[in-house]
């Protein structure tokens, strides 16, 4: 096996057991997508630690159509090394690490593009009931630090690109939702991304960024102060959120409680 991901799977190791609870609320690791939410309302991560996670259909919708457009399947780390280091694009995903900003952070993206051992494509999909144009800090930040992560794994994140698909939920048929990933996936390598939304206009946008290791860091950077406890959460200024937000009922800072 290439020396590359024998050293990987020795750091990682060493990562994990490095874990102590030393973050807010006992934490070891914090999740990205944890972090990511910080940048809708801190005090809504709070919540979910204090009062639990409170579900909601939207919650359970999106879990199911991920489950439906991108199922996985497990596979061993070498077959995981060869398959991602032949030429592509192959899909794959893996759990990534690493410590940045003092944090220790974890995460695993939705669905990833590769070829000849190099991340090309990180794609994080996020489902909404409204208009799938705008790109929310926190989801352009999160599929940020997937990127962030896999470069300090020591992957070669020089081609790397990242997209962020917002999708209405209800859009695709059944037949549509089998071969959404692939569809999706060879858009992102054709640079037919254009195409493909004009053919699922109003319902489906492709946020494409470049990786830019700054931007992820000044993300981790600003959220940090909350894991470390160096300061109280901050919380949501926009009626707008707190309205949509399933903690409206119960929490203490909520704009719009009646
Ligand atoms: S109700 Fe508002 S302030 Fe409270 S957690 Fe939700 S979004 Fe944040």
């Known amino acids: 096996m290439d020396q590359f991901w024998v050293g990987l799977w020795e750091r990682e190791k060493e990562f994990m057991h490095s874990v102590k609870p030393e973050f807010r609320h006992g ?10 939410a910080q940048f809708y309302c801190e005090y809504k991560v709070e919540n979910e630690f204090v009062l639990g996670e409170v579900p909601t259909a939207a919650k359970d919708t999106g879990t199911e159509l991920h489950d439906e457009l991108m199922p996985t399947e497990e596979i061993t780390p070498e077959d995981f090394a060869r398959l991602v280091g032949a030429k592509g694009p192959n899909y794959a995903v893996l759990g990534l690490w690493g410590a940045v900003g003092g944090l220790r952070l974890v995460g695993m993206p939705d669905h990833m593009i590769w070829s000849e051992g190099r991340p090309l494509w990180l794609v994080e999909l996020k489902t909404t009931k409204g208009d799938p144009i705008p790109l929310w800090n926190d989801q352009e930040n999160q599929a940020r630090i997937y990127g962030l992560l896999l470069d300090c794994m020591g992957f070669d994140c020089s081609k790397l690109r990242l997209a962020v698909v917002r999708l209405r939920s209800g859009a695709l048929d059944d037949g549509e939702k ?8 060879g858009a992102l390598m054709d640079g037919t991304v254009e195409e493909l939304e004009e053919a699922h206009q109003g319902s489906m946008k492709i946020h494409i960024l470049r ?23 901050t919380s949501s200024r926009s009626i707008g959120k707190c309205r949509a937000c399933e903690y409206n009922q119960v929490c203490v800072k909520s704009l719009a409680k009646p």
């Open 27 to 36: 934490t070891g690791v914090v999740g990205v997508a944890k972090l990511s």
């Open 178 to 185: 089998r071969d959404w990933a692939a569809k999706v996936s």
């Open 211 to 233: 990786h830019e290791r700054d931007l992820a860091e000044a993300a981790v950077e600003a959220k940090r102060g909350y894991w470390t406890g160096e300061r109280e959460p």
